[in-house]
């Protein structure tokens, strides 16, 4: 509730867009402040809109505020407010309809690929127009299309891939549409390690988008779509977990039972399979490693996805999963509470701001001198890796489930360093 705030402050410095501009209403404060002239019957104006619109949804002051305010429920209603009742220009609204029309759908983004290298290589990049859909969409899909490892060479996991020795659990798995079309890589490397951790891995085809983007961004009856269809796809597997490997993701796969709670026909089912989602990590240190690991002999900066660290509050599993590593050096990165910017589609939607969080936090992770960046979401690793780039520096990437893969079939450091 807005009643909650005491106005003390304390979140100011965890937030971005603060941390960025030093605007009260660019703060979480300042923003619960405006939510609570909307609840008392304020007119929705431009204004208002604005400094919602720019707003990460990170959720670093959900973690920072002593009182317990839910900033992420208010907020979530708020953009389903400002959906249903502002009219944004026609050019916004364009935008908005591609994001929407592209990034939910795997099939559409895979299909993508060929034409996006085609465009990288042709120097079309230089050329595209300084207005318009493809100036903003066009060097987010680039940069997904530089970063991803080629298709080539990836095949999509079976249906089901069975435990290696003795099954201790049978997990859903969550392929996902920027993860699943961009990085199947990581999917690869989640599946063989939770095979080598005795987990029987049901991964059906046919599962589409989770709905996190849209409910992150006001759209609650597309997301609702999107849940009851995984949930659909997921039932009578007779699943014990439904396990994620992207942290946006999981955080709204956690939110199903809220998502549906007044749906007659899903609101059980939905809080049935709210309980069994699991973060990979979450998992994996619940169930306790059996696979043996191998030496990684490398300095790994890890960096807290926002929506698992601030919105699922899994920061010490993926750094005990790392540091049961042999040989592996975990360093801190500074301001680890701080977005890099990603935030689903706000990087798109914001790309001045957002490159200079994406800076910041290059400079904090090239300081720590790590050879290899780790974070648990693809939206974190483009990021990160687009403001490395920039500064002109290198460092390689993965995510946790490589590392762990890496590990347990004792592949060489090399392999981390040099693959992406
Ligand atoms: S969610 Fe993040 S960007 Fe939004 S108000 Fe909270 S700290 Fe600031
Ligand atoms: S949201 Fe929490 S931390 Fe921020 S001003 Fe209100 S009570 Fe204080």
Known sequence: MVSDCVHCGFC???CPTYVLWGEEMDSPRGRIHLIG??????????????HFDRCL???????????????????????????????RSARERAVRAAIFALFPYPRRLRLLRGPLRAYQRSGLQKLVARTGLLDRLAPTLATLESLAPRLRGVPRPPARVRARGERRAVVGMLTGCVQGAFFPDVNSATVRVLAAEGCDVLIPPSQGCCGALSVHNGRRAEAQRFARRLIDTFARTGMDYFVVNAAGCGSSLKEYDELLADDPAYARRAADFTAKVRDLSELLAELGPVAPRHPLPMTVAYHDACHLGHAQGI???????????????LRPIADPEIC?????????????????LGDRKAKAVLA?????LVTANPGCLMQVAAAVHRRGGTIALAHTAH?????????PPATLTSAR
Do not use: F, K
């Open 37 to 50: 002239q909307g609840v008392s019957g304020e007119p929705l104006t431009d204004s208002m809109v604005t």
């Open 340 to 356: 890099c910017g990603s935030a689903g589609v706000w990087n798109v939607l914001n790309p001045g701001p957002a490159a200079e």
């Open 12 to 14: 100011l410095t965890t």
């Open 315 to 329: 920061r010490a599993q993926p750094r005990a999963l790392l540091r049961g590593i042999p040989g592996l050096e």
């Open 368 to 372: 720590t001198g790590a050879e290899l």
């Open 403 to 411: 590392v762990l893969d890496a590990s347990i079939r004792g592949l």
């Open 57 to 87: 949804g990170c959720m670093a002051c959900v973690t920072a505020c002593p009182s317990g305010v839910r900033y992420d429920r208010l907020i979530e209603d708020t953009r389903a407010q400002v959906e249903r009742r502002h009219s």
